[in-house]
């Protein structure tokens, strides 16, 4: 277990000093005094969580969009079932790809949030980015036209949504036409729909959002890059509220091919709701998924003095890179291993009650994680070189709870992480983790509790969400349940 030490400054707060040690005395000549000199301890001491409301990140909003629908509490609702969104592509003609399927969204409907004319324009990646970051504004009590959303101070309101393909069919559709009928036939929206900050600049022009507004794209890892980057505007005093999240929708032709010409997706076509097997032996590839995912995060102080309800606490996050492979893990784990302990470093929680060489405590179960959505994309390296980083980390497994949300959903590529956290925080509201569907033939190397197949209740103390992209870009998130 890595020994964590208390730095100067972490890069967003300075931290409580170590106690001090107290040195042999020394003789003063002028007063015959004897003093006693204090010298800092080069000691370990536990890590300390934010209690400046100022810095304090707390969530008020989530919304979504998703192959189970719009609404969160019904998306969450479908996963505590373990039914499986996965189908047979009807978007377009899948019958010679040697994937046929994915969790297509059906029916999606954005009246009421994008007008009728701009909404037949738009790519569906900006069309789930607009619908969901409106609905989490309206969860937290900032419906467009309200009154409350006219009191936000807009200079210090931001946005922060990215993705990792970007508007993909604008872009598909734009070659297309440049191919078989020349440059004059390409829309006027082919740069603008295409390029991954839009979604970001479309819905501030739509709320009014001053502030921070940009985009990340770090493939799979998208969403909580923008969660930890977005947060940390807010601690620095940059921002008051800002939102954040992931939007992506790559189900279609080029998006299907490139993925398999990766060889990386499930081609269980027979039986497409069983493809996505997390830690299960027999699993082939992951199966990709499409939606949006945004939480509303503001200080705890701007969101008493609003006096909305909170509905949990962002702890602390940490992002770093493997170097190692463009699409491969590490099969050591160092790199997520590290950003784990990074993370819970910069969320004031110890992996463990008392860790080897730290200054010993009172037990405080609910400062310890005890609940973890994996990354868990169904691939054969990537499951268990999680695990195996996840094992660095928290030597007990005993505990914890450990699921996969993309058994159900796919994998949302750079929305992933939004709808994840989503997850996440309903497990902190509910009490009931989801389970990890299609479960058959566990991994013998999996020894934590993977709540195969059926929900568990459970009260979680302290959750992280893990995300990671091509690229060897690693993420991970802490969330836990509001205490003042």
Same mark, same amino acid.
């Given at each position: 277990?890595?020994?964590?030490?208390?730095? @100067?400054?972490?890069? +967003?707060?300075?931290?409580? %000093?170590?106690?001090?040690?107290?040195?042999?005395?020394?003789?003063? #000549?002028?007063?015959?005094?004897?003093?006693?000199?204090?010298?800092?301890?080069?000691?370990?001491?536990?890590?300390?969580?934010? @209690?400046?409301?100022?810095?304090?990140?707390?969530?008020?909003?989530?919304? /979504?969009?998703?192959?189970?629908?719009?609404?969160?509490?019904?998306?969450?609702?479908?996963?505590?079932?373990?039914?499986?969104?996965?189908?047979?592509?009807?978007?377009?003609?899948? =019958?010679?790809?040697?994937?046929?399927?994915?969790?297509?969204?059906?029916?999606?409907?954005?009246?009421?949030?994008?007008?009728?004319?701009?909404?037949? #324009? +738009?790519?569906? $990646?900006?069309?789930?980015? /607009?619908?969901?970051?409106?609905?989490? +504004?309206?969860?937290?009590?900032?419906?467009?036209?309200?009154?409350?959303?006219?009191?936000?101070?807009?200079?210090?309101?931001?946005? /922060?949504?990215?993705?990792?393909?970007?508007?993909?069919?604008?872009?598909?559709?734009?070659?297309?036409?440049?191919?078989?009928?020349?440059?004059?036939?390409?829309?006027?929206?082919?740069?603008?729909? =295409?390029?991954?900050?839009?979604?970001?600049?479309?819905?501030?022009?739509?709320?009014?959002?001053?502030?921070?507004?940009?985009?990340?794209?770090?493939? $799979?890892?998208?969403?909580?890059?923008?969660?930890?980057?977005?947060?940390?505007?807010?601690?620095?005093?940059?921002?008051?509220?800002?939102? !954040?999240?992931?939007?992506?929708?790559?189900?279609?032709?080029?998006?299907?091919?490139?993925?398999? !010409?990766? #060889?990386? +997706?499930?081609?269980?076509?027979?039986?497409?709701?069983?493809?996505?097997?997390?830690?299960?032996?027999?699993?082939?590839?992951?199966?990709?998924?499409?939606?949006?995912?945004?939480?509303?995060?503001?200080?705890?102080?701007?969101?008493?003095?609003?006096?909305?309800?909170?509905?949990?606490?962002?702890?602390?996050?940490?992002?770093?890179?493997?170097?190692?492979?463009?699409?491969?893990?590490?099969?050591?784990?160092?790199?997520? =291993?590290?950003?784990?302990?990074?993370?819970?470093?910069?969320?004031?929680?110890?992996?463990?009650?008392?860790?080897?060489?730290?200054?010993? /405590? %009172?037990?405080? %179960?609910?400062?310890?994680?005890?609940?973890?959505?994996?990354?868990?994309?169904?691939?054969?390296?990537?499951?268990?070189?999680?695990?195996?980083?996840?094992?660095?980390?928290?030597?007990?497994?005993?505990?914890?709870?450990?699921? !996969?949300?993309?058994?159900?959903?796919?994998? $949302?590529?750079?929305?992933?992480?939004?709808?994840?956290?989503?997850?996440?925080?309903?497990?902190?509201?509910?009490?009931?983790?989801?389970? =990890?569907?299609?479960?058959?033939? %566990?991994?013998?190397?999996?020894?934590?509790? &993977?709540?195969?197949? &059926?929900?568990?209740?459970?009260?979680?103390?302290?959750?992280?969400?893990?995300?990671?992209?091509?690229?060897?870009?690693?993420?991970?998130?802490?969330?836990?349940?509001?205490?003042?």
């Amino acid at each position: 277990m890595q020994t964590l030490r208390v730095p @100067t400054m972490d890069g +967003l707060r300075l931290q409580p %000093p170590a106690p001090p040690l107290v040195a042999p005395a020394t003789f003063c #000549r002028r007063c015959s005094v004897r003093r006693l000199r204090p010298v800092r301890a080069s000691v370990a001491v536990a890590p300390r969580r934010e @209690t400046d409301p100022k810095k304090r990140v707390v969530i008020t909003g989530m919304g /979504l969009v998703s192959v189970f629908g719009n609404n969160v509490d019904e998306y969450y609702e479908k996963l505590l079932e373990g039914v499986s969104g996965i189908g047979l592509i009807d978007r377009f003609d899948a =019958s010679k790809f040697p994937t046929r399927f994915a969790g297509q969204i059906r029916g999606f409907s954005s009246e009421g949030y994008i007008d009728g004319k701009n909404d037949r #324009r +738009l790519d569906d $990646c900006l069309r789930y980015c /607009l619908v969901s970051g409106k609905k989490a +504004l309206e969860s937290a009590g900032l419906a467009i036209g309200s009154e409350a959303l006219g009191k936000i101070d807009k200079v210090r309101a931001g946005v /922060l949504v990215g993705t990792g393909m970007g508007g993909l069919t604008v872009f598909s559709d734009g070659v297309q036409a440049l191919i078989e009928k020349g440059h004059r036939k390409i829309t006027p929206f082919f740069i603008p729909y =295409s390029i991954t900050n839009m979604g970001s600049a479309l819905l501030a022009m739509d709320i009014g959002f001053m502030g921070a507004n940009y985009s990340i794209s770090t493939a $799979c890892a998208t969403s909580n890059y923008c969660f930890y980057a977005a947060a940390n505007h807010i601690r620095r005093g940059e921002a008051d509220i800002m939102l !954040a999240g992931g939007t992506e929708a790559a189900i279609i032709p080029i998006g299907i091919g490139g993925f398999v !010409a990766c #060889r990386a +997706l499930s081609q269980r076509n027979d039986d497409p709701q069983t493809a996505s097997r997390p830690w299960d032996k027999d699993r082939d590839g992951f199966v990709m998924g499409e939606g949006a995912g945004i939480l509303v995060m503001e200080s705890l102080e701007h969101a008493m003095k609003r006096d909305v309800p909170i509905i949990a606490e962002y702890l602390g996050g940490a992002v770093n890179c493997d170097a190692y492979h463009m699409t491969d893990p590490r099969a050591d784990g160092f790199g997520v =291993s590290s950003c784990i302990k990074k993370s819970l470093e910069d969320a004031g929680v110890a992996p463990e009650e008392n860790p080897p060489g730290i200054i010993s /405590l %009172p037990k405080k %179960p609910c400062m310890q994680v005890n609940y973890i959505n994996a990354h868990a994309t169904s691939t054969l390296a990537g499951d268990l070189a999680e695990i195996n980083a996840i094992n660095q980390v928290f030597k007990n497994p005993s505990g914890i709870k450990i699921n !996969a949300t993309k058994s159900m959903i796919g994998h $949302c590529l750079g929305a992933s992480g939004g709808l994840e956290a989503i997850a996440t925080v309903k497990a902190i509201t509910t009490g009931w983790v989801h389970p =990890s569907i299609n479960q058959f033939n %566990p991994e013998p190397s999996v020894e934590f509790d &993977t709540v195969a197949n &059926t929900k568990q209740q459970h009260e979680v103390n302290v959750a992280i969400s893990n995300s990671f992209g091509f690229g060897g870009h690693n993420s991970v998130v802490a969330f836990a349940p509001f205490k003042p």
